[in-house]
């Protein structure tokens, strides 16, 4: 493709680059520092899709709506939920290259698996500006050590993802959504019992004293669940926005964020066991993923944040922050700062991809 051809040229050049899209996730991760940017959106469109195989090859520039339509005409979706971010107050529109980029998945991560769980292959350009392969159409083809999923949640500091396959599954034939009123304690304690007993639960999401949770399966599998549950039901034309706008990141948590993280609060992405208590972080918070994923906005010092999540055995991200100096993400300990140092130098000896987006010394 003379697009990639282009792409190679500029990479011989030695200068610093940085992969975007419709930019819709400048936000997250490092500072865009000074890299010159490179676009990803003439790498656009699907390359191969059989429905009947269970996989669809889209280049990156690709947005992750355009994919998601095509796949639901044939009654299928990509099934973690990537955010799309369409109507976010981060702008732009996902693409398919910035979603493995990224690593982010949405509601159903929790029981469908997360981004790199439904990397089957990928094609990326390297430093040298070789076109490498890996992976292939279906699970078992990939052998040895499974680069593609290597780069969901690499930020693009390790090359330019040119293409990706995935893997893709049927629509649930029938979704309910019920409501619970709970504090957290409460909630965390019932979505871990839930977690443990045969239901179809396929997202909850925990805020402001109600535990939301969404059934998805075989129809007497949601009508049995529902009986079994209880709690109020929440008609699909009420239900769908809403988690449609948890996974886009654009509902009114999120968006009550953002202003608070203007006035110079933070929001944090923060992962621990499920089964861990409410945390004593200031400041409004939302669980998700069984009570796995945390989000908080917070003005407590990153510091003091990361200790509390730390001693309940988890890593804390900053999603939204107008000042990420400590760190994007939870330091590395000296075994996995080694390897990731080594990745880059194998991949990107030159260090001219993304410098500092994943961490300031990669």
């Known amino acids: 493709m003379a697009t990639l051809e282009a792409m ?91 979603m493995v980029a990224s690593g982010l998945s949405g509601p159903a991560r929790a029981t469908a698996g997360a981004v790199r769980d439904h990397v089957l292959g990928l094609t990326m350009l390297d430093a040298k500006g070789e076109l490498l392969h890996f992976g292939g159409t279906v699970m078992k083809n990939v052998a040895g050590y499974d680069v593609s999923r290597l780069m969901a949640g690499s930020l693009g500091v390790l090359g330019l993802i040119a293409q ?60 049995a669940a529902i009986h079994k549950l209880g709690g109020s039901a929440i008609p699909e034309a009420m239900a769908a926005p809403f988690w449609q706008g948890l996974r886009d990141q654009c509902d009114e948590f999120f968006l009550g964020a953002r202003r608070a993280v203007q006035g110079g609060a933070t929001l944090w992405r923060i992962a621990v066991p499920s089964t861990t208590p409410p945390m004593p972080l200031h400041g409004e918070q939302l669980v998700e993923w069984g009570g796995a994923q945390r989000w908080v906005v917070t003005p407590m010092a990153p510091a003091q944040v990361r200790e509390v999540v730390a001693a309940a055995g988890g890593h804390a991200t900053m999603f939204y922050a107008n000042d990420k ?28 991809f993304n410098p500092g987006r994943l961490y300031p010394d990669l």
Do not use: C
Not at 24 to 34: A, Q, V
Not at 59 to 73: F, S
């Open 325 to 352: 100096s400590a760190g994007t993400f939870s330091p590395l300990g000296p075994q996995l700062t080694r390897i990731h140092k080594e990745l880059k130098r194998q991949f990107d000896p030159a260090g001219i």
């Open 164 to 223: 990706v396959t995935l893997k893709v599954l049927p629509q649930p034939v029938a979704t309910a959504t019920l409501r619970f009123e709970a504090k957290q304690d409460k909630a965390l304690l019932q979505m871990n019992r839930w977690g443990g007993q045969p239901l179809p639960v396929s997202a909850s999401a925990w805020w402001d004293g109600a535990l939301v949770v969404r059934l998805s399966g075989a129809e007497a599998a949601v009508r």
């Open 8 to 98: 190679a040229a500029r990479f011989a050049e030695g200068r610093p680059v940085r992969f975007t899209g419709h930019g819709s996730k400048d936000f997250y991760g490092g500072p865009l520092g000074d890299a010159e940017p490179m676009s990803t959106l003439s790498l656009n469109g699907v390359m191969a899709y059989e429905p009947s195989e269970l996989y669809v090859t889209a280049a990156a520039g690709t947005p992750v709506a355009d994919v998601e339509a095509l796949l639901a005409r044939h009654g299928q979706h990509l099934a973690f939920e990537p955010p799309r971010f369409v109507g976010a107050a981060s702008g732009g529109t996902g693409t398919i290259g910035g």
